[in-house]
DNA sequence: AAAATACATCGTAATATTGCAATGTACTTA
DNA sequence: TAAGTACATTGCAATATTACGATGTATTTT
């Protein structure tokens, strides 16, 4: 098959599982952190930056965009890449509403 | 192609994409939360509280021990799941060093 | 020991992802 | 306006994921 069973879920599953997704590949947790460190929003000379081809690079940040985690502004003949705060914070207390879900560790209080 | 590049990203990216990419199936996000709230570990009458195939758990179940979220115990004939405290805190921390690397949103702030 | 139970693994079909060359679109400069 | 630059989209090949029936393995029960 390959298509998952989302009616299976609730929201915040599907939610949470869709955001990991497109943290789920290195280049496109490279992209952010490039974004991250230029603090300033920067363009498309990832291409530079990491490996990949033109067409690559273009689809990660597409799947980025996808979730809000960045968005893109046209600036003349190029286009400023950057996060989005909001989202990003939205993202970041997704994932935390899930870890705090667990006490901090306890070696071998576990099975 | 279908195959990563691994070898252009470094290691925190790469292990980042790698944990994100086991939260990236909300079947695998309902076991581990399934898991937080039965604090106690539980068995896999997984089969019964998600609405898939033993087989299809049974694998769900690997990718999530993969990465050592999870373990289990052979209890008798049965296999006790349950959340790694120390696993969990250090995934945990390894999201939130990346998050924290952004400052709490700034409305507007962006490009 | 035979049957039953619980889980893992294998094999396979359907679908999704990754990567890139080629091409398209929009702006810019000569 | 033509050529150049920056990025998106398309189309495709290679590979990965998802799901599950069938089967294997270990333990438990009868």
Same mark, same amino acid.
């Given at each position: ?9 609730? #929201?915040?599953?599907?939610?949470? *599982? $869709?955001?990991?997704?497109? %943290?789920?590949?290195?280049?496109? &947790?490279? !992209? @952010? /952190? ?14 530079? #930056?990491?490996?990949?081809?033109? *067409? $690559?690079?273009?689809?990660? %940040?597409?799947?980025?965009?996808? &979730?809000? !985690? @960045? /968005? ?40």
């Amino acid at each position: 098959m390959g298509v998952t069973k989302s009616d299976l879920f609730n #929201e915040m599953q599907n939610e949470l *599982a $869709t955001v990991a997704k497109v %943290l789920a590949h290195p280049a496109r &947790v490279a !992209i @952010i /952190q490039h974004l991250l460190k230029s603090n300033a929003c920067i363009n498309g000379d990832l291409v530079q #930056e990491l490996g990949l081809a033109q *067409a $690559t690079i273009s689809q990660h %940040l597409r799947e980025l965009k996808s &979730v809000g !985690i @960045i /968005q893109g502004t046209i600036e003349g003949s190029r286009i400023s890449y950057c996060i989005n705060p909001v989202r990003w914070t939205e993202i970041k207390n997704q994932f935390n509403e899930l870890f705090d879900q667990y006490p901090t560790a306890i070696p071998g209080e576990c099975c």
